[in-house]
């Protein structure tokens, strides 16, 4: 059986993590795109005052606490983090009815803090799988007692995540600083027994890749790049279904919005990208058939020196109608815009209720066409990239909505 779920797993991590325009046009969710496209037509270049259709997101980030235990230093959060915000646990059960009733899907709870330290955590995600959702969960892996609580609830499209970063003790530690007694060693063999108990749930191994030189102000980062094929090789020991690497991100001081690259040196971006190659292959090596290595979408555009292309978007970010992200001071159309004054829809409570949905599809129709992404997102290697533009030249190339093609259900998360 175990072997069976395992290929299932493999088979599930190619490239579907990143597909969005395959997610859109899911038999669930196909709808929701050609009403929106249909509204874009219409709404043309300027306001009409014409709301959005009266869908919710079809997924959202769910940021349960500011709370965090660990100290990282590369922490693209770190500004807004242990501010001593939680969302109550009223609101978030109004605001899972009031979007479950109006097509939510998927929730991630991630961001912002550690969730597993929010006081309800095990209730949550016992609401969530109540209500039917698909439900990843992203972790520092301090707490993993707090997810076996629940982890047999979890199914076949759910997953847990945890962000390690590292090979070994000594830069587990330097990287993430943890403010309590914790392992990397433990962390592993505690996930270990969460997939053992529960087999179904997709476990990943999240390895944010840090090269020599990248700083954050004055302070340098503690490189790990070398780590690669040894975090490989731990995630493969330990029974994790995949390994994600992702590159570096920087919270720009004077915007707050994240950025790779932003000021490229053409000599040190071809190192790096020399560097993370020559060690990437070493790890897919490694890996085998045994576990699947992910790379990110703005990983692969470094590596292809396609970053400058990536940060091209159009002018109105699309995915906002189909993605949001609920935190503790307010929700923000983009998760790299957290905390964001001018990407801020509404505040913690507006998807709490009928009337708070209501008055925040009218500020997400303001957003959407007063939020020019042109200028907004050129610093930021925009995962959704790719499905913006896809969405914009068939809004653009007056195709009728009829020719979109419908995909099977299967993965719901943006």
């Not at 807004?80 to 915000?85: D, E, F, H, L």
């Not at 994790?240 to 920087?250: N, Q, R």
């Not at 906002?320 to 505040?347: D, L, M």
Request: glycine share 6%; aromatic share 8%.
């Amino acid at each position: 059986m175990y072997g069976d779920l395992k290929r299932h797993v493999m088979e599930k991590l190619q490239h579907k993590e990143y597909d969005f325009s395959s997610k859109l046009r899911q038999v669930s969710v196909v709808q929701r795109l050609k009403e929106y496209i249909t509204w874009q037509r219409s709404a043309g270049d300027c306001e009409t005052g014409v709301s959005v259709p009266p869908f919710g997101p079809v997924s959202i980030n769910l940021d349960l606490t500011s709370s965090c235990n660990f100290a990282c230093p590369h922490c693209v959060d770190s500004t807004i983090i242990n501010t001593g915000a939680a969302l109550e646990l009223n609101t978030v059960k109004e605001t899972l009815d009031t979007l479950t009733e109006r097509g939510l899907l998927s929730v991630i709870l991630l961001g912002g803090g550690e969730p597993t330290l929010h006081r309800d955590f095990a209730t949550i995600v016992r609401y969530i799988k109540s209500k039917g959702l698909q439900l990843g969960i992203v972790t520092n892996g301090s707490r993993l007692t707090q997810v076996a609580q629940v982890a047999d609830l979890l199914e076949k499209e759910d997953w847990l995540r945890i962000s390690l970063d590292a090979g070994s003790e000594e830069t587990f530690l330097k990287s993430h600083r943890p403010k309590i007694a914790v392992t990397l060693e433990q962390i592993l063999v505690n996930a270990r027994e969460i997939k053992k108990q529960n087999p179904l749930i997709t476990l990943g191994y999240s390895f944010v890749i840090v090269w020599e030189g990248l700083s954050i102000g004055d302070q340098q980062l503690f490189q790990n790049i070398d780590e690669m094929p040894e975090a490989v090789q731990l995630a493969a020991q330990h029974s994790f279904d995949y390994i994600s690497f992702k590159p570096c991100l920087i919270r720009l001081q004077n915007t707050h919005k994240e950025s790779l690259l932003d000021t490229p040196d053409e000599e040190m971006e071809k190192h790096i990208r020399e560097k993370i190659e020559s060690t990437l292959l070493k790890a897919r090596t490694i890996a085998g058939d045994h576990l699947k290595v992910l790379t990110s979408v703005n990983l692969r555009a470094l590596l292809h020196n396609e970053l400058s292309s990536l940060k091209k978007q159009p002018r109105r970010c699309h995915m906002q109608f189909f993605s949001t992200v609920v935190t503790p001071t307010g929700i923000f159309h983009c998760p790299a815009f957290r905390g964001v004054q001018n990407a801020k829809i509404a505040e913690c409570n507006g998807y709490a209720g009928t009337s708070n949905f209501n008055e925040s599809k009218k500020q997400l129709t303001r957003s959407l066409t007063t939020f020019d992404a042109r200028e907004e997102c050129k610093v930021v290697a925009c995962f959704y990239h790719h499905v913006n533009w896809w969405v914009e030249n068939f809004q653009q190339s007056g195709t009728s909505i009829d020719a979109i093609a419908e995909a099977e259900d299967d993965n719901f998360f943006l």
